[in-house]
Structures are given as structure tokens and as C-alpha cells.
């Protein structure tokens, strides 16, 4: 079990969050172009916490954190980051830019959204973008119970990932005009062949489901935002009491 795990010795049946947690994102080559393939947008994403109530006490937590562009983003704007990632390459890459940066404000941890167990204050904020698919619809729902542990009641969980807005009838011709924007072997980018994998191996859901889920777990919805072709989603979530 990795680090951070404050569930005991359960627990032959706790998914491994290694074995899901992509296979680029334990693949060296990938994580070393990672940056220039995906921008993250991070500073845009700082300025909309800001709005939201970001300040320089802020305590935030970054799930999924991978080469720490939000991480390294936030961390002049509050006190306390904690960067956290099951992948070990990931994490290398991660800690190499956090010393380059002097950023003596993120903590970096090995541990996954089902195993992570925060200490000290209470997080004001946690972002998580492109990782909470690697978890099948079950242990979304526990990792989302956790998350909303994780914040103080009224933090906000900003969450993007690959969320499908459609309905299941219309999925093939979805999914089939998705990869078809994807490059061709050798051309830089995302490939269709990546593409193809997420969908095939990883876990995206439909956004009716996850919204459903977030909602049982303790968050509302403040805002969602959908991408035209249907395959992401964005949102600000508000935790509301423990349940
Ligand atoms: C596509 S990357 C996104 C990285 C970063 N959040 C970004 O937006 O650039 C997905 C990240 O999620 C991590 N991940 C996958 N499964 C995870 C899990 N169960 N718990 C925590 N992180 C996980 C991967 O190791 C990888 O670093």
C-alpha cells in the first residue's frame, strides 16, 4: 500500500491505485514531454481561486498533482500546498521542479485519492484535473467522501477531468469523433492511439453519474462547464457539512 494510508491493514480488497493509475503516467518518456504536450492552464485556474476566496493563509491540496504545474502555480498565492500523485515518476519530475522553484510552501506525497491522509489544517481548497478517472465509478464515490473530509465544510474542490456529456446512444459516434482529433503516430501531441486507450482502459463516466455522486457525497454544485464535444468537464463544487 502506499504511503499516506491511514486505512490500517485492511484490505485485500482496497484497489491498487498503482496498477490503475494510467500507464503513460508510469512511463518515463511520456512524463519527461508531459509539459509541453499539456498545459494546464494553471495560472487562470489560480486567478479563479482567488475569486473564489484563495488567500495567503490558504491550505490547498492538489490530487492527481503529476508534474505540478497547479501546484507550482498556487504555491505564492497561500500558505501550504500538498502535492500529491500515486506515480513515482511523476513524482520525481514533481520534486525536481519544486527545488528549482525554491517552493519550500509544497509538500510533496506519494499517495493516491483512496490512501492520502491529510494532516494539520483542514484544506481550503482542493483541485484535481485528468485523474479522477483512473478510478472505476465505486471507489469515485469513496474517493469523493474523501476529499470532502479532506476540505473544511465550505471549501471548494475544484474538479476537471474527462467527464462524458452525452447520453449512451449517442457514444459511439461521440467517442469516434474524439479520437479522430487525435495525431497520427510520430506527429507530437495526443494521439488517436491515446485517445483510444483512455477510453478503452480508463474510467471516465458520464457527467449525470458523477454529478450524482458528488452530490451524495456532500458537495453542491456551484458551477459546471462542459466542453462543446461532450468529453470534459469543469467544476466548483462547495463542500457542505460532514454527512
Ligand atoms: C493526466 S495526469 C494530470 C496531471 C495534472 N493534474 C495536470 O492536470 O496536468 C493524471 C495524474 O493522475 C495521477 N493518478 C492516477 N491515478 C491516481 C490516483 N488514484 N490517485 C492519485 N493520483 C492518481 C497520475 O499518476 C498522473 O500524474
Not at 49 to 59: D, Y
Amino acid at each position: 500500500m502506499p504511503s499516506g494510508s491511514e486505512a490500517g491493514s485492511n484490505e485485500g480488497w482496497l484497489l491498487d491505485e498503482v496498477a490503475s493509475a494510467g500507464r503513460e503516467n508510469l512511463d518515463a518518456g511520456h512524463v519527461a514531454r508531459y509539459d509541453a504536450k499539456e498545459d494546464a492552464d494553471a495560472a487562470q485556474e489560480v486567478l479563479l481561486l482567488g475569486r473564489l476566496g484563495l488567500t495567503s493563509e490558504s491550505v490547498v491540496v492538489d490530487l492527481g498533482a503529476g508534474t505540478g504545474q497547479f501546484a507550482l502555480a498556487v504555491a505564492p498565492a497561500c500558505a501550504r500546498v500538498v502535492a500529491v500523485d500515486v506515480s513515482s515518476v511523476m513524482l520525481t519530475a514533481l520534486r525536481t521542479k519544486v527545488e528549482q522553484a525554491g517552493a519550500h510552501n509544497v509538500e510533496v506525497v506519494q499517495a493516491g485519492f483512496l490512501t492520502y491522509g491529510h494532516h494539520g489544517s483542514p484544506a481550503d481548497f482542493v483541485y484535481s484535473r485528468y485523474a479522477l478517472h483512473h478510478l472505476p465509478d465505486f471507489w469515485k464515490g469513496v474517493a469523493l467522501t474523501r476529499l470532502r473530509d479532506t476540505l473544511r465544510p465550505g471549501g471548494v474542490l475544484r474538479l476537471s477531468d474527462a467527464v462524458y456529456n452525452f447520453e449512451p446512444a449517442d457514444a459511439a459516434e461521440r467517442i469516434e469523433a474524439w479520437c479522430a482529433t487525435g495525431n497520427p503516430p510520430g506527429a507530437g501531441g495526443w494521439g488517436r492511439w491515446e485517445l483510444e486507450e483512455h477510453v478503452r482502459d480508463e474510467h471516465s463516466t458520464y457527467t449525470w453519474l458523477l454529478e450524482a455522486m458528488l452530490q451524495r457525497t456532500g458537495f453542491t454544485i456551484e458551477d459546471a462547464e462542459y466542453s462543446d464535444d461532450g468529453i470534459f468537464a469543469k467544476y466548483v463544487l462547495r463542500s457542505t457539512s460532514a454527512q
